[in-house]
């Protein structure tokens, strides 16, 4: 840190005392600084320092700045999820900014780095099942049902791993691990047991070795969906 007879540190609290008192007119590398901690509500923090002498060190700032900084970016990467009606799914599997497990998962295996992109795919929405179907011309949402079983429900991702009676033998492993692990569980349901089987890490803690029976049941049955066309 700069002592206090320091020529450039003078100069930068009168310019930050400046910028408090007249921020439009003043331009600068300084300026445009003062400008991006009030776009993420920093600024006050400088104030603070600047009226009661109380400074925060460098590595207590950097941290500052750093988390800050990076809700300001969740924020907006949730924001930006939301706005896309088939990453409805995706929003409530995937919590954070950070590779998907199932790309960690093909990083340790590679061997199931095509299983783990049909994953990927029905996370986001954007594989061959009827769920997306009529979502914006009601008068073809019959086409959203699921035309292999005899339930009358729309072809959802969760209709198609959990509940399509065409895939019940096939889904075996998955509703196994289930009754094994989270039947008589109160905070995950069979509906949110989806979000486990897609990667949600929160709602219950999964080994890498359950993961790869999620993932190959589900390719499993993936296959013999798209079998039945």
Request: aromatic residues 12%; positive net charge; proline residues 2%.
């Amino acid at each position: 840190m700069l002592p206090c007879s320091s020529i450039y540190k003078r100069l930068v609290l009168l310019r930050i005392t400046m910028y408090m008192h007249d921020s439009q007119n003043m331009t600068g590398p300084l300026a445009n600084i003062l400008r991006i901690s009030k776009l993420h509500n920093l600024f006050g923090r400088v104030c603070e320092a600047i009226n009661t002498g109380k400074v925060m060190s460098k590595g207590q700032w950097k941290k500052l700045v750093k988390e800050t900084l990076w809700k300001s970016e969740h924020n907006r990467w949730t924001l930006s999820c939301h706005l896309y009606f088939n990453l409805d799914t995706y929003t409530q599997v995937i919590t954070s900014i950070e590779p998907c497990i199932w790309w960690k998962l093909a990083k340790i295996y590679p061997g199931v780095s095509k299983k783990a992109s049909v994953m990927v795919g029905l996370l986001t929405d954007e594989y061959a099942i009827l769920s997306r179907t009529g979502c914006y011309d009601k008068s073809l949402q019959s086409q959203r049902l699921c035309k292999f079983c005899d339930r009358n429900e729309i072809e959802s991702v969760w209709h198609f791993i959990l509940n399509c009676d065409a895939l019940s033998d096939l889904r075996q492993p998955i509703v196994k691990w289930y009754q094994d692990n989270l039947s008589t569980s109160m905070s995950v349901g069979w509906h949110k047991f989806l979000y486990v089987i897609l990667g949600n890490d929160h709602l219950c803690q999964v080994s890498n070795e359950d993961r790869l029976v999620f993932l190959g049941t589900t390719f499993t049955m993936y296959k013999y969906r798209m079998s039945l066309h």
